[in-house]
Nanobody
Framework: QVQLVESGGGLVQAGGSLRLSCAAS????????MGWFRQAPGKERKFVAA????????YYTESVKGRFTISKDNAKKTVYLQMNSLKPEDTAVYYC?????????????????WGQGTQVTVSS
C-alpha cells in the first residue's frame, strides 16, 4: 500500500508560477518512478512529467517542455513540479502517481497508485 498526497495548487494569472509537491508514504520500496498527470474538465487524464527515483532521467510531454521542471527529494520521498510561464490551457486537476515500472513512464496504465489531485487554475 502506497499513499500519495499532492499539494501546492492554486489560482494564478497567465505567466505566473506554481510549485506542486507530492509526498509518498507506506510501502514505497517497490516504487521506481513517480509522475504527474493532469485532467481538465471534459478531457482525459494526460501525462505531464515523470522522474525515476534512481538516476536523473526525466520525461515531459511536449506542451510543457521548457516551462515545467520535475525534481525529487529521495530522503523525503517527495517529488515536485515547478510550473513556470503558466497558460490558461494548463488549468486542470494535477495528480501525482507512482509506478513499479522503469519504462514507458508516459503511459497512464503503468501507474499503480494515485493521489487525490490538486487544482491548478490559470486565468487569462
Amino acid at each position: 500500500q502506497v499513499q500519495l498526497v499532492e499539494s501546492g495548487g492554486g489560482l494564478v494569472q497567465a505567466g505566473g508560477s506554481l510549485r506542486l509537491s507530492c509526498a509518498a508514504s507506506g510501502r514505497t520500496i517497490s516504487m521506481n518512478a513517480m509522475g504527474w498527470f493532469r485532467q481538465a474538465p471534459g478531457k482525459e487524464r494526460k501525462f505531464v512529467a515523470a522522474v525515476r527515483w534512481t538516476g536523473a532521467s526525466t520525461y515531459y510531454t511536449e506542451s510543457v517542455k521548457g516551462r515545467f521542471t520535475i525534481s525529487k527529494d529521495n530522503a523525503k520521498k517527495t517529488v515536485y513540479l515547478q510550473m513556470n510561464s503558466l497558460k490558461p490551457e494548463d488549468t486542470a486537476v494535477y495528480y501525482c502517481a507512482a509506478t513499479l515500472s522503469l519504462v514507458e513512464l508516459t503511459r497512464i496504465n503503468k501507474y499503480d497508485y494515485w493521489g487525490q489531485g490538486t487544482q491548478v487554475t490559470v486565468s487569462s
